[in-house]
């Protein structure tokens, strides 16, 4: 479904991305592991549109997209969820969830993404009238999440979904993007270091330094010494 | 001062201070969706003014009542275009939006100029809304002051249902909100960005054709309703609307006061006075939150 092949980007000078590339298949819950500032969160704006790449091409649904405008990629099914979610801080959670909506594809389906979302976090309803710029940390990660499956996505790349949620809230997110799979949404999703994600994962790819050092299920991840001890953390 | 004074010259005041609600609204909404400060508003200001004189009274003679959504419609588009042919451009330059501020301000010099050349530097007189009075036993008002108050409140009114309930208006608040989390959702940011440009060019045209009968037209006349209306803007607080209405009328309101009791060459000294202040003590604005 997401072809991503020899993707090279360069920030200025630095280069950050190098030869990268990834597989996902439909239905696929795929996750990509890494430290900080290797280059996860910039291959997640390239696919989507954000950045463009330097080299290589990005095949998504049968199309190469990667010199698409992000407006493009939404409109063919393809949302990306930020680290940084990039609420909209003066609308309220209602309003925040309804411009998620805007796609032409998602708007016959406003309602219906509605009751998903709500039925996936309960809370969203609760906070309906509040602004998002009042929600904390754990609230906005919900909403940005939210927001995008308003998007009526048929793939979703998600940036650090669990980052600063507290424990029992991180195994809650995974459970939803994991429901939200199970709905026939694939997902690629990039994690600094977590054993909740690698629970859910079909393919586990490790990025350090811009480039793709392993690539493989689970048990291979668990298998490799190095893997194992730097990136799942255990 | 008696009474019917003191209401006439609140009432003068209240019709001004919609003319420069319109004009901060425009000026809010472009630097809220595009983060650009347009000098050149003040020339869509004049340029609106211009049109609806050489539509009907100056040269072709038109119906004014026909004029005037025609020239709404023609400045909504002047605004459109101005931004995809001058700004759109300049946007992929680093440090663009300097360059677009001091593009903006050399294109208002263009636009007016252009004006003082087609039509020359002497006045020209617009037709008023309605003429004559409505008469309420010895108090008479003029119609075109009522008709003001009005349409500028009117107008404002349904600018914020437009950015509060439908989908583009919602869509040009999210791109002002957050440009990156706009581009996620997967508006199109190009075509906000022009309807920013064209929204504040049909809220100039309104503005100009409430106020020129009262002011006349002249090729400079956009510059300072542009210059007060960003006093009223810098005081009220960036992107505050309430404290846009507020500073909007009680600067109109003082501005009036103030021309009937020490001439009418103090308005902008005024303007310009509280605008240092503002910028001293309370650089956010009264109400200001950003």
């Not at chain 1, 195994?171 to 026939?184: A, L, N």
């Not at chain 2, 008023?128 to 008479?140: D, Q, S």
């Not at chain 2, 021309?259 to 202040?277: D, H, K, R, S, Y």
């Amino acid at each position: 479904m997401l072809k991503v092949e020899n993707i090279n980007f360069l920030y200025g000078e630095v280069q950050v991305l190098t030869d990268v590339s990834i597989n996902v298949e439909e239905g696929e819950f795929v996750a990509i592991f890494g430290p900080n500032g290797h280059g996860k969160s910039t291959l997640l704006k390239v696919i989507c549109g954000l950045l463009k790449p330097v080299s290589g091409s990005i095949h998504y649904d049968g199309r190469v997209i990667s010199r698409l405008s992000t407006q493009a990629i939404v409109d063919m099914g393809l949302v990306y969820i930020p680290e940084d979610r990039n609420l909209f801080p003066e609308m309220t959670v209602a309003d925040n969830l309804r411009m998620g909506a805007y796609a032409k594809h998602a708007r016959p389906k406003i309602k219906e993404n509605l009751e998903l979302v709500y039925q996936l976090f309960p809370k969203l309803k609760e906070l309906n009238n509040r602004t998002a710029s009042g929600l904390s940390g754990g609230e906005a990660r919900m909403l940005a999440i939210g927001r995008g499956l308003m998007s009526n996505p048929k793939f979703l790349a998600i940036d650090e979904p669990s980052f600063g949620l507290a424990p029992n809230l991180r195994v809650d997110v995974f459970k939803s993007i994991e429901e939200i799979r199970k709905r026939g949404t694939s997902i690629l999703l990039v994690e600094q270091s977590t054993t909740i994600a690698s629970d859910y994962a079909h393919h586990i790819y490790v990025i350090e330094d811009g480039k793709i050092v392993f690539k493989g299920s689970k048990e291979e991840a668990y298998n490799n010494g190095k893997i194992r001890k730097i990136f799942l953390g255990l | 001062m008696d009474l019917e004074t003191f209401i006439n010259l609140f009432l003068a005041g209240l019709t001004l201070g919609t003319v420069y609600l319109l004009m901060a609204m425009g000026l809010t909404l472009v630097y809220g969706v595009t983060k650009v400060f347009n000098y050149a508003q003040g020339s869509f200001f004049t340029w609106g003014g211009y049109l609806a004189w050489s539509l009907s009274v100056g040269i072709l003679g038109w119906n004014y009542y026909l004029v005037i959504p025609i020239t709404l419609v023609a400045m909504f588009i002047f605004g459109m275009v101005f931004e995809k042919a001058i700004v759109l451009p300049l946007r992929r330059l680093p440090g663009w939006d300097f360059t677009v501020i001091i593009v903006t301000l050399g294109c208002s010099l263009a636009l007016d100029n252009l004006i003082l050349v087609v039509f020359g530097p002497l006045s020209k007189t617009v037709p008023h809304l309605l003429e004559g009075t409505f008469n309420f036993g010895k108090y008479a008002i003029a119609k075109h002051d009522v008709i003001m108050l009005v349409i500028g409140i009117l107008v404002f009114i349904i600018l914020q249902l437009f950015l509060s309930k439908t989908w583009t208006g919602m869509a040009l608040r999210a791109v002002s909100q957050d440009n990156v989390g706009a581009k996620i959702v997967g508006l199109p940011l190009n075509t906000m960005y022009s309807m920013a440009f064209g929204i504040a060019g049909l809220l100039s045209a309104v503005a100009v054709i409430l106020l020129a009968p009262r002011t006349l037209l002249y090729p400079l006349v956009g510059w300072t309703t542009l210059l007060k209306a960003f006093v009223v803007m810098v005081l009220g607080g960036l992107g505050n609307i309430k404290g846009t209405v507020i500073a909007a009328f009680a600067l109109s309101i003082a501005e009036i006061y103030s021309a009937f009791f020490l001439g009418g060459i103090w308005a902008m000294p005024l303007f310009l006075a509280v605008l240092v202040i503002i910028l001293v003590f309370k650089p956010k604005g009264l109400f200001g939150s950003w």
